[in-house]
């Protein structure tokens, strides 16, 4: 079965650095979205990317943060300059249609962790 | 926005009792409601949704109900197994991304 793939599944870094989460959406979806989770809080939408440019965002996506699809099969999301509010697992997920109204696969996560 | 309250926050059932977990949301314009399951280190997964032209969806022991007038959804598992034990998450969706709720962890006791 297909999968939605992400790496790495743990990153530590010093806060002020630049990191990059990587993920590999399912290879027939267009709709690609990233999501975080803090710890003890709810899964929240950070931006959907669809056609090579960010379709929605929210107000968490500020401009520390942007994504990338460098080539044909990765998606991936940048925070420039890492704060300890950072710390979270976030999620990469894909669909086949957007709008938020088809089912979303996951990615089992990147857990960041800064220091 | 939209706004998902999910509850309990966790839920501990002994083998073969039922489990119920409830959901309600804010926007009476939301259509979609997906509930995905997370194990232990896994990735969350999708076990059933329900639009909003249906009133309840049933897939074996798992079936989820809808009521777009008191604007709430719940997730009713029976004959539960030590495998079902999780955190479950439900969401809402108006045509955006989806919107989740804080999570259930469900302990199934054997």
């Known amino acids: 079965e297909p999968e939605v793939t992400q790496t790495p599944s743990h990153q530590v870094t010093q806060m002020g650095q630049e990191v990059i989460l990587r993920c590999v959406p399912i290879?027939?979806?267009?709709?690609f979205y990233w999501y975080r989770q803090i710890l003890g809080q709810k899964v929240e939408f950070l931006v959907s990317?669809?056609?090579?440019?960010?379709?929605?965002k929210s107000e968490i996506f500020d401009d520390q943060f942007s994504v990338e699809r460098p080539d044909g099969s990765n998606f991936t999301l940048k925070i420039r300059s890492t704060k300890l509010e950072d710390s979270a697992m976030y999620f990469c997920?894909?669909?086949?249609?957007?709008?938020?109204?088809?089912?979303?696969?996951f990615g089992q996560g990147t857990r960041l962790t800064v220091v | 926005g939209e706004n998902v309250e999910q509850h309990p926050s966790t839920l501990s059932v002994q083998e073969g009792d039922s489990a119920v977990i409830k959901c309600t949301y804010s926007?009476?314009?939301?259509?979609?409601f997906p509930w995905y399951k997370q194990e232990l280190g896994k990735r969350p997964q999708l076990i059933i949704d329900i639009r909003s032209n249906v009133g309840e969806k049933k897939d074996q022991r798992i079936a989820v109900t809808l009521n777009k007038t008191a604007k709430h959804f719940s997730l009713h598992i029976t004959e539960t197994q030590p495998e079902d034990s999780a955190v479950y998450f439900c969401?809402?969706?108006?045509?955006?991304?989806?919107?989740f709720g804080k999570g259930t962890r469900l302990s199934v006791i054997a």
């Open positions: 997920a894909s669909s086949e249609q957007g709008g938020g109204n088809t089912e979303a696969f």
């Open positions: 290879s027939n979806h267009l709709y």
């Open positions: 990317f669809y056609n090579n440019e960010i379709s929605e």
């Open positions: 926007d009476s314009a939301s259509n979609y």
């Open positions: 969401a809402a969706s108006m045509g955006t991304p989806l919107v």
